[in-house]
């Protein structure tokens, strides 16, 4: 009885030791994967600024304004 409590021991420490490194490397994947989406959503951000201040724009109006008259428009039409 006393080898088979040190053999349940053992396998409990083991699936201890898995679990843990299962989650770090769950962590370590989705941390990966949000700082990718993160850079993706801000580049894709600063290039539409771009392009509403450069080509949709009215005078002196900022790049908020036109993205709120955009789509008030675009509401219009729907």
């Known amino acids: 009885m006393m080898e088979k409590s040190k053999l349940v021991k053992a396998n409990e420490k ?6 843990e490194g299962y989650k ?5 994947v989705v941390g990966g994967y949000k700082k990718i989406e993160t850079g993706a ?4 951000d ?9 080509f949709l724009t009215r ?7 036109a993205r709120a008259r955009l789509e008030k428009q675009q509401k219009k039409e729907k």
């Open 59 to 65: 005078d002196g109006e900022s790049v908020e304004e």
């Open 41 to 44: 959503v801000e580049g894709f």
């Open 24 to 28: 770090k490397i769950e962590e370590s």
């Open 46 to 54: 600063k290039i539409t600024d771009q392009f509403v201040g450069r």
């Open 14 to 19: 083991i699936a201890e030791g898995v679990v």
